[in-house]
């Protein structure tokens, strides 16, 4: 199994976000939990341009799919 190409930092920083470990948690604690009949994407506290990436990266299967999903089951978390 290869490494993965990014971390969970770098798509904060792809979206713009402060991507150091204590904003990352930050984050994750402000906007959790989300409730299960909303998509990752369509949570509202996203700006366009980063729930278009969230989008596009799924769709995509694509490299960040994988941390996308894991930003989505740490913000389900309780």
């Known amino acids: ?3 993965p190409v990014h971390a969970l930092k770098d798509l904060f920083a792809q979206l713009g976000l ?15 939990p989300l409730p299960e009949r909303v998509k990752l994407a369509d949570a509202p506290f996203w700006t366009s341009a980063q729930a278009s990436f969230l989008r596009e990266k799924l769709a ?3 490299d960040w ?12 978390a309780r």
Not at 65 to 76: G, K, N
């Open 1 to 3: 199994m290869e490494p």
């Open 18 to 32: 402060p991507d150091d470990a204590d904003a990352i948690a930050t984050f994750i604690r402000t906007h959790a």
């Open 60 to 62: 995509e299967d694509a």
């Open 65 to 76: 799919a994988e941390l996308v999903d894991q930003l989505d089951t740490a913000l389900r």
